[in-house]
T-cell receptor, first 113, second 116 residues
Framework: AQTVTQSQPEMSVQEAETVTLSCTYD???????LFWYKQPPSRQMILVIR??????QNATENRFSVNFQKAAKSFSLKISDSQLGDAAMYFC??????????FGTGTSLTVIP | KAGVTQTPRYLIKTRGQQVTLSCSPI?????VSWYQQTPGQGLQFLFE???????NKGNFPGRFSGRQFSNSRSEMNVSTLELGDSALYLC???????????????FGSGTRLTVV
């Protein structure tokens, strides 16, 4: 079975600075999708960004970008120009070709004014 | 378009009782999945329904069951509640045609269940 590991339970960043959240995964599949979700205190999980495994180009969504290293099975999220509203729990997720999702344990991000 | 709607938002039940949670997916989404979220265990997959059929199931006891209706709305039932069932239960829907899996989930706001 696939596993997703987020090794940083907590991270903090100064407002306007850049922070990178780490995620690694284990799989034997060649085709899959990776996602980062954000869960603010309001508790609704929000899709931040997705990456298709067959695409070498790293996905970007405004201030959010990923560093996808397929061979290393690494999928980190970079948040640039951090804002107070970025404070949340961030989950890395893997979606297999069998439509199964696997989530990491999450990284709690604090943004310091 | 309307998001994923979960009802109720909060629920307090007594040990031994049973509870039913409801989830209405985004219009057009046929896949509905349920997760249990606790501080210690993170997100634990319960089950997924697609076109009224359970397509995937997590490692939970038989006290946890679900179903999906023809309009894709889903319900989750937990019988003989235990204190350890206290958690945030999240429902997520996705557009999941055969062979298509590029879509992520759209989550609801969850139902906070407290068992006393």
């Amino acid at each position: 079975a696939q596993t997703v590991t987020q090794s940083q339970p907590e991270m903090s960043v100064q407002e306007a600075e850049t922070v990178t959240l780490s995620c690694t995964y284990d799989t034997s599949e060649s085709d899959y999708y990776l996602f980062w979700y954000k869960q603010p205190p309001s508790r609704q999980m929000i899709l931040v960004i997705r990456q298709e495994a067959y695409k070498q180009q790293n996905a970007t969504e405004n201030r959010f970008s990923v560093n996808f290293q397929k061979a290393a099975k690494s999928f980190s999220l970079k948040i640039s120009d951090s804002q107070l509203g970025d404070a949340a729990m961030y989950f890395c997720a893997y979606r297999s070709i069998l439509n199964q999702f696997y989530f990491g344990t999450g990284t709690s991000l604090t943004v310091i004014p | 378009k309307a998001g994923v709607t979960q009802t109720p938002r909060y629920l307090i039940k007594t040990r031994g009782q049973q509870v039913t949670l409801s989830c209405s997916p985004i219009s057009g989404h046929r896949s509905v999945s349920w997760y249990q979220q606790t501080p210690g265990q993170g997100l634990q997959f319960l089950f997924e329904y697609f076109s009224e059929t359970q397509r995937n199931k997590g490692n939970f006891p038989g006290r946890f069951s679900g179903r999906q209706f023809s309009n894709s709305r889903s319900e989750m039932n937990v019988s003989t509640l235990e204190l350890g069932d206290s958690a945030l239960y999240l429902c997520a829907s996705s557009y999941s045609p055969p062979g298509g899996f590029r879509d992520g989930y759209t989550f609801g706001s969850g139902t906070r269940l407290t068992v006393v």
